[in-house]
């Protein structure tokens, strides 16, 4: 009799390659008589093509694993698997318990506006990583309407960045990422993985969703009783490689910045984006788990949408069912 294990979806380096093994269940047998263990194994048919010359196809991202690097992946795999090794889950994250945290401080900083301003180390973290190749996904986030609410109502403009800011600030820092720039009322973020990791683009979409429902309930509600308009946000997110350098000049000021087209595509998607909604980028949905995949749907940009991929074809976007991700997330 079989036993069927679960199995934490993981990113395996082969040499300079990288195999993303999305697995459906691992059937472990009985030990033999010669003490071999035997393995069945699940891949997902929904992801993965085997082609004539037995290489592998991956059908999400279209890459395409030649045979020997495939079977070393699964062996490197399996290996571990036999010799006890296991992946650390993430500790649970409490959605209700964060957000009536979030609700209360949200509320304390608007009982007492100087709260707001809470003493902030200056250490950036992004300047252990300066002159180094990273993959990132990328996140930006931006205040719809904000130029209109500052010209009408500045001082509702004055007491709600800085407090919309600081929670995007500590959603990103409960999914391990880091901020790159805050951009006035908005922010750009990064969640960082060796190859672009299926860990990485997670915790960005996870990160995201949660946001969007930090924003729309505990911010609005507590906003609304306050007497100050409600807000609206808007996030895109994509991933690619980038690279982490020094910008500016000593003279005025120097800071670790990233470049990637994550960053660039992030803002892109963003500034044609739905208020309320996470639209994410082809490269950054092809790199989730198909489990997730399946639950983005395809959506239409607008005309002067012009980006296209390597195959001259438009750059397809997706939206992510916030509420799926949240319980995902909560679930972890």
């Known amino acids: 009799m079989c036993q069927t294990l679960a199995v934490n979806d993981q990113p395996i380096k082969i040499d300079s390659d990288w195999v993303r093994i999305d ?19 699940r891949f997902s048919n929904a992801r993965y093509k085997l082609q004539e010359d037995g290489s592998v196809l991956d059908i999400q991202t279209n890459d395409v694993f030649p045979a020997e690097v495939w079977e070393s992946a699964v062996r490197q795999m399996l290996d571990a698997l036999a010799n006890g090794s296991t992946v650390e889950s993430p500790k649970r994250w409490d959605l209700h318990e964060r957000l009536q945290e979030r609700w209360d401080a949200i509320g304390e ?33 931006d205040l719809v309407g904000s ?81 100050l308009p409600a807000v609206d946000i808007r996030i895109g997110a994509d991933a690619s490689e980038a690279s982490v350098r020094v ?29 309320g909604e996470v639209w994410i980028g082809e490269r950054l949905h092809g790199h989730l788990h198909v489990s997730n995949q399946v639950t983005c749907v395809p959506v239409e940009p607008p005309a002067s949408w012009r980006f296209v991929n390597g195959g001259n074809r438009a750059y397809r976007l997706f939206s992510v069912p916030v509420r799926s991700w949240v319980a995902r997330a909560e679930a972890a």
């Open 23 to 41: 697995v459906e269940s691992i059937e472990v047998g009985e030990p033999q008589a010669d003490g071999m263990l035997p393995f069945r194994v």
């Open 109 to 141: 900083a608007l009982d007492q506006p100087e709260s707001i301003e809470d003493p902030q180390s200056m250490e950036n973290p992004l300047a252990d990583l300066v002159g180094s190749e990273v993959a990132v996904a990328a996140l930006c986030i």
């Open 147 to 227: 130029t209109q609410l500052q010209a009408s109502n500045p001082d509702a403009y004055g007491r709600i960045v800085p407090l919309l800011l600081r929670e995007l600030a500590e959603v990103v820092g409960d999914f391990g990422g880091v901020i790159v720039n805050f951009t006035g009322d908005g922010l750009i973020a990064a969640f960082d993985g060796e190859g672009i990791s299926i860990a990485a683009c997670d915790a960005a979409v996870h990160a995201a969703s949660v946001m969007v429902t930090v924003v729309y309930t505990a911010l609005n509600t507590q906003l609304e009783r306050h007497g």
């Open 247 to 275: 910008v500016g000049s000593a003279a005025s000021r120097t800071q670790p910045d990233v470049y990637g087209m994550a960053l660039t595509m992030a803002a892109k998607i963003q500034a044609v984006g739905t208020p």
